[in-house]
């Protein structure tokens, strides 16, 4: 009883328009009163969310994508990306490009949202203008967008580690996120190079040198950013807190001091959009702390785990199920909530079938990322049509090959522990 009336209270203010972090504190008061637990201890539980230390790598990688994102990156790195497939002379260079552009923006930005919209806005123009269907560059954009939700520094692996309580370390789940991330933009391209010898797409155009050079130096100086978050973790020089705080102050340097595209009187507009951002995260953790108390306090996660094994105890007809779930649920739900609501409750569960923590986030994050490319919630979907100027019926009618890439890369990270595992097992034991 003390379950339905959480789950009840939470579901009824879903279903009225009210905001998910009110939904949540709603839902976990009518969870103290119905256990008999004084408000108190939930209040005490919504301030003890948000007191962590770990919390900072979120601000900062926030803010450090945003400037980057809108400071003259992304059109520099899909030059770059020209630059690299020119040499080819594949038949559908273009689209190879979009994905690789993605790929390194979303090693920077963290945010699969904020790379639809910078991506998109030049990519789809760019790719229209050179004979391809205008709803095939904005498909295109939205699925390799998903990448930022897995590589580093993925803001949603950082929510995944404080939804674990902290118990996960965040610089294990991004790089447990590189190769999951890479494989699905490798498997884009795939589809990329097969539907355009099926529709004749045109081919990639060779960069001049001197201009290839020109083009490359420009990108290195946004790419360093990979290199202050990947290699200042992995050689231990710094956190992964501390990495977000370098890669602000090295995103703002180049962006108004090499790149000098971003005016400063727009800077204040940006900091705001980031504070704001920051702080309706920050709001949806401290109030989904509480609601994790109060389930821990209901022993739903231990109900929940005597469910599934009720229905199989096979590992891999759990595994599909809860991809069945999640899925569900990303079509639902937003990102940011769903990994703050259904962490707790599957995390014991997965654990109990013997999966590893930072193997079921990869899975969690994959999972919820395909869901934001769909109705009726989907974040990425809509951002993509927007800057595509499609309709979504347009969109939907042909990203279905695009969703069976996702989906095989979803079974094989699911199914094949190593692809998430391997990385973080082996540099950073």
Same mark, same amino acid.
């Given at each position: 009883?003390?379950?339905?009336?959480?789950?009840? @209270?939470?579901?009824?203010?879903?279903?009225?328009?009210?905001?998910?972090?009110?939904?949540?504190?709603?839902?976990?008061?009518? !969870?103290?009163?119905?256990?008999?637990?004084?408000?108190?201890?939930?209040?005490?539980?919504?301030?003890?969310?948000?007191?962590?230390?770990?919390?900072?790598?979120?601000?900062?990688?926030?803010?450090?994508?945003?400037?980057?994102?809108?400071?003259?990156?992304?059109?520099?790195?899909?030059?770059?990306?020209?630059?690299?497939?020119?040499?080819?002379?594949?038949? !559908?260079?273009?689209?190879?490009?979009?994905?690789?552009? @993605?790929?390194?923006?979303?090693?920077?930005?963290?945010?699969?949202?904020?790379?639809?919209?910078?991506?998109?806005?030049?990519?789809?123009?760019?790719?229209?203008?050179?004979?391809?269907?205008?709803?095939?560059?904005?498909?295109?954009?939205?699925?390799?967008?998903?990448?930022?939700?897995?590589?580093?520094?993925?803001?949603?692996?950082?929510?995944?580690?404080?939804?674990?309580?902290?118990?996960?370390?965040?610089?294990?789940?991004?790089?447990?996120?590189?190769?999951?991330?890479?494989?699905?933009?490798?498997?884009?391209?795939?589809?990329?190079?097969?539907?355009?010898?099926?529709?004749?797409?045109?081919?990639?155009?060779?960069?001049?040198?001197?201009?290839?050079?020109?083009?490359?130096?420009?990108?290195?100086?946004?790419?360093?950013?990979?290199?202050?978050?990947?290699?200042?973790?992995?050689?231990?020089?710094?956190?992964?807190?501390?990495?977000?705080?370098?890669?602000?102050?090295?995103?703002?340097?180049?962006?108004?001091?090499?790149?000098?595209?971003?005016?400063?009187?727009?800077?204040?507009?940006?900091?705001?959009?980031?504070?704001?951002?920051?702080?309706?995260?920050?709001?949806?953790?401290?109030?989904?702390?509480?609601?994790?108390?109060?389930?821990?306090? @209901?022993?739903?996660?231990?109900?929940?785990?005597?469910?599934?094994?009720?229905?199989?105890?096979?590992?891999?007809?759990?595994?599909?199920?809860?991809?069945?779930?999640?899925?569900?649920?990303? @079509?639902?739900?937003?990102?940011?909530?769903?990994?703050?609501?259904?962490?707790?409750?599957?995390?014991?569960?997965?654990?109990?079938?013997?999966?590893?923590?930072?193997?079921?986030?990869?899975?969690?994050?994959?999972?919820?990322?395909? !869901?934001?490319?769909?109705?009726?919630?989907?974040?990425?979907?809509?951002?993509?049509?927007?800057?595509?100027?499609?309709?979504?019926?347009?969109?939907?009618?042909?990203?279905?090959?695009?969703?069976?890439?996702?989906? !095989?890369?979803?079974?094989?990270?699911?199914?094949?522990?190593?692809?998430?595992?391997?990385?973080?097992?082996?540099?950073?034991?």
């Amino acid at each position: 009883m003390d379950i339905f009336i959480l789950l009840a @209270t939470m579901l009824v203010c879903f279903l009225i328009g009210m905001p998910i972090a009110y939904s949540l504190a709603m839902a976990a008061i009518a !969870g103290a009163l119905s256990v008999g637990i004084p408000l108190e201890a939930v209040m005490l539980k919504i301030s003890d969310g948000v007191s962590k230390v770990a919390m900072l790598t979120i601000p900062f990688f926030v803010l450090a994508g945003a400037i980057m994102a809108e400071g003259g990156m992304a059109k520099r790195l899909v030059a770059f990306a020209d630059v690299l497939v020119g040499l080819t002379r594949l038949r !559908g260079g273009l689209s190879i490009v979009n994905v690789l552009a @993605t790929t390194f923006l979303s090693g920077i930005s963290g945010s699969a949202v904020a790379d639809t919209s910078a991506i998109g806005s030049v990519m789809i123009p760019q790719m229209e203008a050179n004979g391809y269907p205008r709803v095939f560059a904005t498909n295109l954009t939205i699925s390799s967008s998903v990448q930022a939700l897995l590589v580093p520094p993925s803001h949603n692996a950082v929510l995944y580690s404080l939804a674990t309580g902290g118990t996960i370390s965040i610089s294990a789940l991004f790089m447990a996120g590189v190769f999951p991330g890479l494989l699905l933009g490798f498997s884009l391209i795939m589809l990329c190079i097969v539907i355009a010898y099926r529709e004749r797409h045109p081919q990639g155009q060779t960069v001049p040198a001197k201009d290839a050079v020109k083009i490359t130096i420009d990108a290195a100086w946004g790419l360093i950013t990979l290199v202050i978050i990947l290699g200042g973790i992995l050689g231990g020089i710094f956190t992964a807190i501390e990495a977000g705080a370098v890669a602000c102050i090295w995103a703002f340097f180049v962006t108004m001091f090499i790149y000098r595209d971003y005016r400063w009187r727009d800077l204040p507009a940006l900091l705001h959009r980031t504070f704001r951002t920051v702080a309706m995260v920050m709001t949806l953790i401290a109030c989904a702390s509480a609601v994790g108390y109060i389930m821990a306090l @209901t022993q739903m996660p231990a109900k929940m785990t005597q469910f599934f094994l009720s229905i199989s105890s096979n590992k891999y007809v759990i595994l599909l199920l809860i991809n069945v779930l999640l899925l569900l649920l990303g @079509t639902l739900v937003d990102m940011a909530p769903s990994i703050l609501i259904a962490t707790p409750i599957l995390l014991p569960v997965m654990q109990n079938f013997g999966v590893d923590p930072v193997h079921f986030g990869m899975i969690m994050l994959l999972n919820l990322g395909i !869901g934001l490319c769909h109705p009726p919630v989907g974040a990425i979907l809509f951002v993509g049509c927007a800057v595509g100027r499609v309709s979504i019926e347009q969109v939907m009618r042909k990203i279905w090959p695009f969703y069976a890439v996702m989906f !095989g890369v979803l079974m094989a990270v699911t199914y094949i522990p190593e692809i998430s595992l391997w990385l973080p097992r082996h540099i950073l034991r």
